[in-house]
């Protein structure tokens, strides 16, 4: 049996939001789910990628192990 009065509340129809926009409606312990990926933008589901670039980190990856400088010699 289980123990009463020590389960979460349960909502059936939360939603879930994801840049302001409501995207879905779940099962939760909670009525609002605020997120930054879901399945109708995750590059895994829509096919496309994008690469977030935080700090350069591309770039100074690419400088590190001499990519970029061999890309910007072959275009001059």
Not at 38 to 53: A, C, L, V
Request: hydrophobic share 30%.
């Amino acid at each position: 049996m289980a123990k009463p009065d020590i389960h979460p509340t349960w909502y059936p129809e939360a939603k879930v939001y994801c840049n302001g926009e409501m995207v879905m409606t779940v099962g939760s312990t909670k009525p609002e789910l605020h997120v930054d990926v879901w399945s109708g933008n995750h590059p895994f589901y829509t096919g496309t990628q994008k690469i977030i670039d935080t700090e350069g980190r591309v770039e100074r990856f690419l400088r590190k192990y001499g990519m970029l400088e061999e890309e910007q010699g072959a275009q001059s």
